[in-house]
Every structure is written in C-alpha cells, then in structure tokens.
C-alpha cells in the first residue's frame, strides 16, 4: 500500500485525523462489551435431511396447500432416520424429491421430525466465491483490500456493535462509533494513505455527524418509538431494556455510512483528477468544477438511497396499499414514518458531505507541488485512470490556457 507525504502545510489535517482517531478509539474502548458466559441450554442442532417422496393433500379449510413428504435423516445422531409427515406448504418453496432440508426434533423429549428450512450451503458458498472472484478480476489489488475492509466491517459489526446493544450500551453512540471506526479501517486500507483518502475521511465523518443530530431530533420529533414492527417488539421482549427508538437511530448511522465513504471517496478523486489535467486551477475553479460532478452524484444516489429502503420495506408497501386508508394516514404511521426519516435524513447527510468533501480537497489538491501531480499523473496513466495525461502529457497539460474562470469547461482543456 503506497503511501504518499501529506502536506506539510497543512498541519490541521493531521491534528483533525488524529483526533478522530483517538475518539474512536477511547470509544471502543469505553463501550467494547464484555466477554458473557452463556449458560443457556443450547437448542438442538438441525439434522440434514433429503426429501424421498412428495404428496399432495387435499387443502385444508383455510384453503392451505398441504403434502405428506417422506425423508431421510443424512447426517447428526439420527443419520439414517426415515421420517412421513404430514407438512403444510404455505410459505414454503416448492418441494421435490432430492430437495435438501434440514429438520428439527419437534419437542426436547419428543423424537417426531418435522421440517424446519431448507440447506442453503451450497448455493450460498457459490455465490460467495463468484463475488470475491469478480472483485479480485476486476478490482485486482485494490479489490484484494476492499475485501480485507469488508472482514474487518463485519467483524466489528458482530464484534463490537451487536454485542455493544445486547450489553445495554445506548445504541446510538455504539453505532456511531463503530461506524467511525470501519471507516477509517476501511477507507485507509482500500484507498491507502494520502491527502485524497483523508479528505474523504474528514468529509464523511463530519456528514455523519450531520446525520447523527439530525436523526436524534427528528427521530424524537416525530415521536418514532421503534415499536412499530414485530421484530422490535420480539427484540425488546428478549433483551431486557433495549433501547428501541436508540436501535431505529443506529440503523440509520450504519445504512448512512455505507453511502457517505462512496460519495465522499468519489468526490475527492474528482478534484484529484481534475487537477492532475490542469494543476494551475486553484481551490475555487477546482470546487466549481467537481460539483457539477458532485451534483449528478447526489441526484443518483438519493434515489438509490430512498430505493434502498423502498426495496427493504416492499412488504409493508404491499400490505398498506390494500388497507384501504389516506395516503397522508399511511404516510404519518410509525413503520412508514420510519421509513421516511431514515430516508430522508439520510439523504440530508449525503447532500452535506458532497460540497464539505468537495471543498477540502479543492484547498489540499491545489497545494500539491509538481512532483506530486507528476506522480499522480503517472500513476493514473498506468492504471489506466486518465488516458493521455501520464508522464508524457505533463509539458502539453502546463503550456494549455487555463481554465476559464467561468467554469464553461468543467473538467479543463486538456481533456
């Protein structure tokens, strides 16, 4: 991982990223849960099974399908095992012979099998490999550490968020926290160590701050109590204490994070490559320029935000549409309402870290000396980033006219 010199001149912004770091880490610190014992009997395993015959019955008087379905236990202390049951199949995909499952004891004492899920090992470790096959293709080295940033976003995701919640801890600052924290993880490990990546880091940090004050307010301010859905209330019944309305917040953190390091990172390569074709353009040419970049980024991503949410609350859609009530009654519920501030302060956020970003590295990009373009630009040429602006583009690129102040040309003569 190449690492560049910051400038020099500019001491504030290792002073602000140090200070980022410190605070996470005396947060992870503070609020790293403890290790529990779990002295919990541990519920019986589900047992392999493969699907021998299948079928039909006559409807129940629900109207629900139902089949009697014969398998055969092949794997854990009933290996061998055959089992005909009666299994309604509402809910359940089509079944067939060779279909493999998985069952359960139906009772502690009570051997009677019944079928609990389907395996989906193999279709899963598939999909798996073919996505970290396509990263690596495509991204090659760079690829190699996003997936090592998405090992360590998972694991202080189960590591330290989820533990953090269940342990009583206010679940807003721990999803803050560990937001920060797979930020500075991620986006330094994938993106290296340079101004350009500390840019982003600072922009997405104040966005989510941004975000965070936002959520609190309006979270309190539309009376959101996180009861709404089934789930919440399941998870209060479980966890003693849990702070729901906190866990509709820290939702709201970690799904933001993972739009901000995009916009963020893509807004700070912009200034970079926009001065990399032209470095006599100082900060304001540069800041005008990326936000006609930056501008369609929003216009994209807030839809792909809003659509995120939408695709996540389909269900809830459907069943409110068939409910007969207003689109202001609907639209003014708790699991709607929800919805919307999530989606909406979120992209509040977004649309704060584009010019925050795009400001900042306008002042670090236009304080590069030569050899940093220089070098900039030669490594851009051999990734194939910015064709025609390596090393031998560099004197061509300097005797161009400058960018007109009017910002006609957004992305300069040279390109």
């Given at each position: 991982?190449?690492?560049?010199r910051?400038?020099?001149r500019?001491?504030?912004?290792a002073?602000?990223v ?8 005396v947060?992870?610190v ?51 095992r ?10 359940m ?12 004891r ?28 396509v990263?690596?293709?495509?991204g ?15 694991l202080?995701?189960?590591r330290?968020?989820v ?7 206010p ?23 340079s ?18 004050a ?13 009861f ?23 939702g ?21 490559a ?18 006609s ?13 809003f ?93 161009q006219?400058?960018a ?12």
């Amino acid at each position: 991982m190449a690492l560049e010199r910051p400038p020099r001149r500019i001491p504030v912004l290792a002073v602000a990223v140090g200070v980022i770091v410190v605070a996470t880490v005396v947060g992870l610190v503070v609020l790293w849960p403890p290790a529990v014992v779990d002295d919990r009997p541990a519920p019986a395993p589900l047992l392999p099974a493969t699907i021998t015959s299948v079928e039909p019955l006559p409807e129940d008087d629900m109207g629900g399908a139902q089949a009697t379905v014969g398998f055969e236990v092949t794997g854990g202390d009933l290996a061998g095992r055959t089992e005909v049951v009666d299994t309604q199949l509402e809910g359940m995909p089509d079944l067939s012979v060779g279909d493999e499952v998985l069952v359960a004891r139906a009772g502690e004492a009570d051997e009677t099998l019944y079928i609990a899920d389907f395996q989906r090992s193999s279709p899963l470790a598939w999909l798996v490999a073919l996505f970290v096959g396509v990263v690596l293709l495509v991204g090659r080295w760079h690829g190699v550490r996003s997936l090592l940033g998405l090992g360590l976003s998972l694991l202080l995701v189960t590591r330290f968020i989820v533990p953090g919640i269940l342990a009583g801890q206010p679940p807003a600052l721990v999803a803050l926290v560990g937001a920060v924290a797979v930020m500075l993880t991620t986006l330094y490990l994938t993106h290296g160590v340079s101004p350009r990546t500390t840019a982003a880091v600072i922009g997405t940090t104040i966005a989510l701050g941004i975000t965070v004050a936002l959520g609190v307010v309006f979270v309190d301010w539309a009376a959101i109590s996180g009861f709404a859905s089934e789930e919440a209330r399941f998870a209060r019944v479980v966890v003693e204490g849990l702070d729901v309305a906190g866990l509709v917040l820290a939702g709201l953190i970690i799904a933001a994070l993972g739009v901000l390091d995009d916009v963020t990172v893509a807004q700070a390569a912009t200034v970079w490559a926009l001065h990399d074709t032209d470095p006599r353009q100082g900060p304001w040419d540069l800041f005008r320029s990326a936000m006609s970049v930056g501008r369609d980024h929003i216009a994209s991503t807030v839809n792909t935000l809003f659509l995120a949410y939408a695709g996540a609350s389909l269900t809830l859609l459907v069943l409110f549409s068939t409910s007969g009530r207003q689109i202001a009654e609907i639209a003014t519920s708790e699991l709607v309402a929800t919805e919307l501030v999530k989606t909406l302060v979120g992209s509040l956020g977004l649309v704060a870290a584009v010019p925050i970003t795009t400001a900042l590295a306008a002042v670090l990009a236009s304080r590069r000396d030569d050899l940093e373009v220089e070098r900039s630009r030669r490594d851009r040429g051999h990734r194939g980033e910015l064709p025609g602006t390596g090393p031998d583009a560099a004197a061509t690129t300097r005797t161009q006219p400058p960018a007109a102040s009017s910002g006609t040309s957004e992305l300069g003569p040279s390109t």
